[in-house]
């Protein structure tokens, strides 16, 4: 037997974190804009001297310069790019593109390096010249962190700049608060390990629908939680804390990312599974994994994950960060920990429930992402079935799933202990 002090911790309505688009205002300026006529029509290059021509009129220029390997971008506005002539001199290559709408670059790659000196526009603004003088690479590498060189043709023969064509306005309103963290319950001891119970679904969301009751998974998942948080606080071993206690919906990551901001020590999510094949029967267990077990795993996992997307909508922020942190060594531990208590929920359980031929399984869940809360995805049955369910949606069933989620929880701290 085991002291409360053996016992040691690891360290409203409907809350809606969507995306709110108001109607969207869009408002289009018809202010006729500058035609841009002014092609680049040739780029002659001498031994010292480069000379760029335009065919109409251009807003402006600027040299930019890059080292390694060096070169001269040479951005204008308001013009269109041409074709390149072959390198000569100082000059090794020449290249031209699209910055962007209404503004064409040309690079000079250098045979060596060189900078922009005595560079000025035509007086009628249809050409621009400048000359390249040889310097050591230590000097264009200290010119190339220098600000550009900004030029402009005369005023009388200056284009108009090119102007926007329209412009959105789109109102989201204000980023809505993080969702409140819930009570934690049991014995006042924050010594004690933290269990937080998810119950799968809720609120718009009623995830499966029974064909045979039209009991809906969302209520079954939430009793099931309920009696799994009663069993446990009975216990007196753990604390427990629910992610919600009544029929609203949150998005996934606000799921474990409550069990994180409340540093539980294990993490379970409660569903009721469905199949097109009304036979299939028994309960599952889900760990992380980003390549699924089998192909009904990978079908599994996409359905639960939509459980974020309203009207086309996704509400959840999958981050680069969650992706790069599975690599982690910590993250690892996080699997290899909820996979162990994986095996002995099914062990444990068996005799109150049961469990598919193949019970322990791997799928990509996201509210299984949690980097350092060992997490599992507790598929109770199939609500698809009308065994299942009945015994699912009925207070003796219910007792039996909680009476085994609690003898392996049990186990699985204790063996934590001994294990430090």
Same mark, same amino acid.
């Given at each position: 037997m085991f002291s409360d002090k053996d016992w040691t911790s690891r360290r409203r309505s409907r809350h809606k974190r969507a995306v709110l688009l108001l109607p969207l205002f869009l408002s289009t300026l018809l202010a006729t804009p500058a035609v841009l006529a002014g092609n680049i029509g040739a780029i002659e290059i001498g031994e010292g001297e480069v000379t760029v021509r335009f065919d109409d009129l251009v807003a402006g220029a600027s040299t930019l310069l890059l080292a390694g390997p060096d070169r001269i971008a040479l951005d204008i506005s308001g013009a269109e790019a041409g074709h390149s002539p072959q390198g000569a001199g100082l000059v090794r290559a020449v290249r031209q593109g699209q910055q962007g709408p209404g503004t064409a670059r040309v690079v000079l790659d250098l045979d060596r390096p060189a900078l922009v000196s005595n560079a000025r526009f035509a007086a009628d603004g249809r050409s621009l010249s400048f000359r390249l003088d040889p310097v050591s690479a230590e000097e264009f590498r200290r010119a190339s962190r220098g600000p550009r060189l900004e030029l402009q043709p005369p005023a009388q023969f200056r284009a108009k700049r090119p102007e926007k064509r329209y412009?959105?306005?789109?109102?989201?309103? %204000?980023?809505?608060?993080a969702v409140a963290l819930p009570r934690i319950e049991g014995p006042d001891n924050p010594r004690l390990p933290l269990v937080v119970i998810d119950a799968g679904h809720g609120g718009h969301d009623p995830g499966a629908i029974s064909p045979h009751s039209g009991k809906r998974e969302k209520d079954i998942t939430l009793a099931l939680a309920r009696a799994i948080r009663d069993d446990l606080i009975a216990s007196g071993r753990v604390r427990v804390a629910l992610t919600r206690g009544d029929d609203r919906y949150l998005v996934l990551e606000e799921r474990y990312g409550i069990a994180r901001r409340l540093k539980a020590d294990l993490f379970i999510s409660v569903h009721a599974d469905a199949a097109e094949n009304q036979q299939a029967s028994g309960a599952s267990i889900y760990t992380l994994s980003e390549v699924a077990s089998d192909r009904e795993a990978a079908r599994l996992a996409a359905r639960e994950n939509k459980a974020n997307i309203i009207n086309g909508v996704d509400l959840g922020a999958h981050s680069s960060d969650v992706s790069s942190i599975l690599l982690d060594l910590t993250q690892r531990e996080t699997m290899n920990v909820a996979s162990d208590f994986a095996r002995l929920l099914q062990r444990e359980a068996?005799?109150?429930?049961? /469990?598919?031929?193949?019970?322990?399984?791997?799928?990509?869940? *996201?509210?299984?992402?949690?980097? !350092?809360?060992?997490? *599992?995805? /507790?598929?109770?049955? /199939?609500? +698809?079935?009308? +065994? !299942?369910?009945? /015994?699912?949606?009925?207070?003796?069933?219910? %007792?039996?799933?909680?009476?085994?989620v609690r003898q392996a929880v049990q186990i699985h701290f204790a063996r934590q202990i001994a294990s430090n």
């Open positions: 412009s959105v306005t789109v109102p989201i309103g %204000k980023p809505k608060p068996s005799g109150n429930v049961k /469990f598919r031929t193949t019970a322990h399984r791997f799928a990509s869940f *996201v509210v299984l992402k949690a980097p !350092d809360t060992p997490s *599992v995805l /507790f598929e109770t049955g /199939f609500i +698809s079935n009308e +065994s !299942d369910a009945d /015994f699912l949606a009925s207070a003796e069933g219910q %007792k039996k799933v909680a009476r085994g």
